[in-house]
């Protein structure tokens, strides 16, 4: 209650400041520097009556107890009056302990002379008034116990806890349950905001769950089609003959040709058909290439349409004639020639019409090819069937659902960094023109900061304790501790002149110090990419240093030894309890420093070119790595150089970055905040691309990174990213060269 009292008392100065009230605002000072209930301080109160009591001032002992009654004691409830009581005996019994014990009898008589009218005809003090004049009272059994150092304790420890379970019991007005309120009101927003992940995710389980259901059930409609239709793209010249030569001449030719008029592609070639026949839809005729393309509805329509054919003609398997062989050869003929066209068409390879092709000729008798023909065409129908479910099976694993993607645009150039502070409420973003914006998206999208840097900022952290506080190094060598609720610069330290590039900043996670990279000025300018792509010197191969300093005290506790020569460190990462520290620099060299002996344990050469970024793993029994040769690679700490896994990534994903706009602009931009980011349990990787972000699985034993997941969104190239799991979703950012930062809200699905 005391700080409520305390923070509502600013609140009010601050409202009266405001209303220009000044003469209420000394009234307000004056009433609170003389207020007896001392900001409802129960360590004050108590003080008070103790020094009281060591200045024998007994009136103003008295006043200020009979205040306290008043003001506070008295709104109690009656069953609490003895225990008041009872500390009022108590306290003035410990007045009267203290003159005898310094020896100021003087004192306790006085007591007794003033006190005597109230005091005489109540039980508990009449043996009392023999006190002042007893030689050594502490050794009296009646007085020992009073005069022992454990009760005037217990007497002190008594009275600070009965105040305080009364402050805390009191009724308060409504102003000073205004943190209570914001905390309250705060529990419920989150609630809420997980319960809607849940109804997202709900939502999304029962929408794919609808989609998988309806795939079945056209699954199911498939399998009853018949054979010949449902597979029609696979049927060949020979297949195609069999069956006209088990027709009767008349009725057989009319009905195939209708028949195969609504499957077959009209070509220059082909002789003119005629009219459809009834129940023919001219949506049917477009051939095979449209039946292909959407094959629900047409073979769903054709299904019927050749389940007629079948019935008319069921009764009109008979043998062939002379006269009727003859035309029947000529017909055969077209068909081949029809066959040829649309397999062609259908850029088919020649595996199934070669196989097709050889089956059994026309001579063959009529029950027996009529058989063979329902078996072939049955089993890539059950073939077809199994891929369906073989595909509704991938979508089963899909490791996440995309539960929203929102926009903040408040950034007008390229970004550089952006981070999710430790709570994983609030973003840290800055740009190339040096405006950091503070935000959070939870329970809304809201900017909470803002700044604009005088001078150019390379670097961006967060500070692990206190995570109000941001970490800015700028490019004139200067380290920067910003606040951002006050919205202040609370510190300025100059790291080098010499070194006035900083290019990174590491956080301990005990937020007890922090470690900063500074270079020397680079000779290639950042967006003279010509020098680079022409094979000139990487821009960062420039004498460099490692500091750590103290957060508390903002002073320079160490330099860290490079060898073998001072390099410019790009990126810097701790491991989760501070004990180690990875480090990539300009010449390719991975170092791991142990923190504790405050000394470089191992390094080795990773990549050709500059190192990029670096990141434990999830186990961190390994570090992962890209570098400007374009390589994303795992590395093993407990043998120095080991390479567990490699992987190409395309160079949208490592930089340097390129927009390209109209009449030849091109915009480089060369990496700086995070490259790549893991997920809650180290199983997949979030990267960057020219379109958004992707998310690959890692699996040390492919030699080729799975992409599982591409998060799109943005017109421009992403050049930084960042995952936060501190919440049960988890929130992707991923932030592109055209000043928009994307967050992408995913749901991991638990297999």
Known sequence: MAAAAERTDELVREYLLFRGFTAALKQLDAEIKADREKGFRVDKIVDQLQQFVQSY??????????????????????????????????????????TVQTGRNDKAQEFFLKQASELQNQAEWKDWFVLP???????????????????????????????SVLFQCMPVPVILNFEAECLRSSLIQEENESLRHKLFALQAESSRMKKEELEVEQGVVHHKLPAYVANMDRLGDSELDMTCSQRSTAHSLQSRGGFLSSFLSQTKKGPSRPAHPSGASPTQTGGPLLAKKEPTNHQGTKGKEGTASCKDGKSHFTGLTAGESAS???????????????????????????SAEKKTDTSTAET?????????????????????????????????IVLSQEEYGEHHSSIMYCRVDCSGRRVASLDVDGVIKVWSFNPIMQ??????????????EWATKRDRLLLLGSGVGTVRLYDTEAKKNLCEICIDEDMPRILSLACSPSGASFVCSAAAQSPISHMDFSAVSSGGKSMNQVPGKLLLWDTKTMKQQLQFSLEPEPIAIN????????????????????RLFDMQQHECAMSWKAHDGEVYSVEFSYDENTVYSIGEDGKFI???????????????????????????????????QFPRGRLFAFDSEGNYMLTCSSTGGVIFKLNSGEKVLESCLSLGGHRAPVVTVDWSTAMDCGTCLTASMDGKIKLTTLLAQKS
């Open 328 to 354: 029947l050869q000529q017909r055969q003929k077209r068909l081949q020639e029809h066959g040829k066209e649309r397999k062609e068409l259908l850029s088919k390879g020649t595996s199934q019409g070669q």
């Open 447 to 460: 900017t909470k900061a803002s700044s604009i840097s005088k001078s150019p900022l390379l670097s961006l």
């Open 368 to 400: 027996e090819p009529f058989s063979e023909l329902h078996a072939e065409q049955a089993e890539p129908s059950t073939k077809t069937s199994a891929g369906s479910a073989e595909a509704v099976g991938v979508r089963q694993e899909q490791p996440f």
């Open 634 to 668: 795992q590395w093993n700490i407990h043998r120095s150089g080991l390479k567990v896994s490699e992987y190409d990534l395309p160079s949208e994903a490592t930089g340097p970055f390129v927009l390209s706009g109209y009449s030849g602009y091109k915009q480089v």
């Open 571 to 590: 990126c810097t990462a701790f491991n989760h309890n501070g004990n180690l520290l990875v480090t990539g620099a300009a010449d390719g060299i991975v």
């Open 133 to 163: 004049f007893l030689p050594a009272p502490d050794f009296n059994p009646t007085f020992a116990t009073y005069f022992s150092r454990q009760w005037a304790d217990t007497f002190i420890v008594s009275l600070h806890n009965f105040l």
């Open 57 to 98: 001032d007994l009136a103003a002992l008295r006043d200020y107890w009979s205040y306290l009654d008043r003001r506070l004691f008295s709104r109690l409830e009656d069953v609490y009056r003895p225990t008041v009581n009872k500390l009022r005996t108590s306290l003035f019994r410990y007045y009267l302990v203290h």
